[in-house]
């Protein structure tokens, strides 16, 4: 079954140490995964897909297929970083393809 | 200027009532999305479009119709809206899905009480 696993509801940081949001997939294909943010009561943003191999905001992401994850990480934590992050995967099957979310994981930096 | 819009933000709405949910995109995306966001944050899709075709349709109620005028507008309407609907709900869409953007709207929040 393709499925998003971020086992991490909260995780709390304090200002300046590194974050590390984890997301495990679970796909039998080639995956194509995202990271989406949503700050507070506003739309979701992409924030990352791995296909670009690019640095957002100083967050970057490894797909790794032995491992099936695809961790977020940055080395020092601001502030203004504090929202909700989705770990997405694209599912296709039969029907069509969608974008499926893991549970999220809320970022909380605190000074 | 933007690009995926929904209307309206905010509805508050008595159970057993009817109500609709607007969006408009204006990308030139020919697939659009209608996803729920519960109380747990949990997002999940609910509908997919692709040139006025429903393409997915996930376990969704009957209550709940798509209707896609055009490539760029995706309806929702709620029929016998139940406490359980409160949510916030979004629309997405995106140009195809493989390695492409999928852009949200500023979701639509709606109470039933």
């Known amino acids: 079954a393709q499925r998003v696993t971020q086992p991490e509801k909260l995780l709390s940081v304090f200002k300046g140490a590194p974050v590390e949001l984890k997301c495990n997939y679970s796909y039998s294909g080639s995956p194509e995964l995202f990271w989406y943010v949503q700050y507070s009561r506003q739309r979701l943003q992409l924030l990352l897909r791995h296909i670009s191999r690019e640095s957002i905001k100083g967050f970057t992401a490894d797909l790794n297929k032995g491992e099936t994850s695809f961790h977020l990480k940055k080395p020092f934590a601001q502030e203004e970083d504090s929202a909700m992050y989705y770990c997405?995967?694209?599912?296709?099957?039969?029907?069509?393809?969608?974008?499926?979310f893991g549970k999220g994981t809320t970022l909380s930096v605190s000074s | 200027d933007t690009a995926v819009s929904q209307t309206p933000k905010y509805l508050v709405t008595q159970m057993g009532n009817d109500k609709s949910i607007k969006c408009e995109q204006n990308?030139?995306?020919?697939?659009m999305y209608w996803y729920k966001q519960d109380s747990k944050k949990f997002l999940k899709i609910m509908f997919s479009?692709?040139?006025?075709?429903?393409?997915i349709n996930e376990t969704v109620p009957n209550r709940f119709s798509p209707k896609s005028p055009d490539k760029a507008h995706l309806n929702l309407h709620i029929n016998s809206l139940e406490l359980g609907d409160s949510a916030v709900y979004f629309c997405?869409?995106?140009?195809?899905?493989?390695?492409?953007?999928?852009?949200f709207g500023e979701g639509s929040w709606l109470t039933v009480v």
């Open positions: 479009y692709n040139n006025k075709e429903l393409i």
């Open positions: 990308l030139g995306h020919d697939t």
């Open positions: 997405a869409s995106s140009q195809a899905i493989s390695g492409n953007t999928i852009y």
């Open positions: 997405a995967l694209i599912m296709a099957n039969q029907a069509g393809t969608a974008l499926i």
